[in-house]
């Protein structure tokens, strides 16, 4: 895959005006719910979801990151001339993994920043659609890279979870003024 440029750092203006929550929000650490029940309410909050993430311009976004505990993430892996696929995925878990890529990353909330992460070059995902459907799917690239992005916001776990000490302690003044931010919203 060629182009990762659409997970690295997002730009801070462009997420001050989204209702993306920032790095710092307990929301991001809390584990999300299975979805039981394909609802009106788990319909409109996909939809909400979808808008939010393309007005952010982002690959993915999870439950957790527009404040809500259901587990339920979108990607959209268009980017500029690349055709990409937009999915909604209701209970994703990842069922098989295969290789290691290093690739640098980023995330919706946490704007400006981004660090190379270490994670399977290839996943095969299970997940429910809107219509109530289980399907798999097989990626690698972009996709396998968001998949695992996404899935991991669903268990409270986060992209500088994986980076190292040494890492971390250079981004220490960042990670605090998005912790001031999100209090602030
Ligand atoms: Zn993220």
């Known amino acids: 895959m060629l182009d990762f440029q659409g997970l690295s750092c997002y730009?801070?203006?462009?997420?001050?005006k989204s209702k993306i929550k920032l790095y710092g929000d307990p929301v991001l650490r809390k584990k999300a719910q299975p979805v039981k029940k394909i609802d009106d309410r788990i319909r409109t909050e996909a939809a909400k979801m979808l808008e939010i993430m393309r007005k952010a311009r982002g690959v993915g976004l999870a439950a957790n990151q527009v404040?809500?505990?259901?587990?339920?993430?979108?990607?959209?892996?268009?980017r500029g001339d690349t055709k990409g696929e937009i999915y909604t995925l209701l209970n994703p878990v990842i069922i098989r993994n295969e290789g290691k890529l290093k690739v640098e990353e980023g995330c919706l909330s946490f704007p400006e920043l981004c660090g190379e992460v270490?994670?399977?070059?290839?996943?095969?995902?299970?997940?429910?659609?809107?219509e109530g459907r289980e399907f798999e799917a097989d990626a690698e690239g972009l996709l396998a890279r968001a998949l695992?992005?996404?899935?991991?916001?669903?268990?409270?776990?986060?992209?500088?979870?994986?980076?190292?000490?040494?890492k971390k302690l250079l981004m220490k003044k960042?990670?605090?003024?998005?912790?001031?931010?999100?209090k602030k919203r």
């Open 11 to 16: 730009n801070l203006s462009n997420m001050e």
């Open 174 to 182: 960042e990670l605090d003024a998005l912790k001031k931010l999100s």
């Open 148 to 166: 695992q992005h996404e899935i991991d916001h669903l268990d409270g776990v986060l992209f500088i979870d994986y980076l190292s000490f040494a």
């Open 67 to 78: 404040g809500l505990l259901d587990r339920l993430c979108v990607i959209d892996t268009n």
């Open 118 to 130: 270490e994670r399977p070059a290839y996943v095969r995902v299970r997940a429910v659609d809107l």
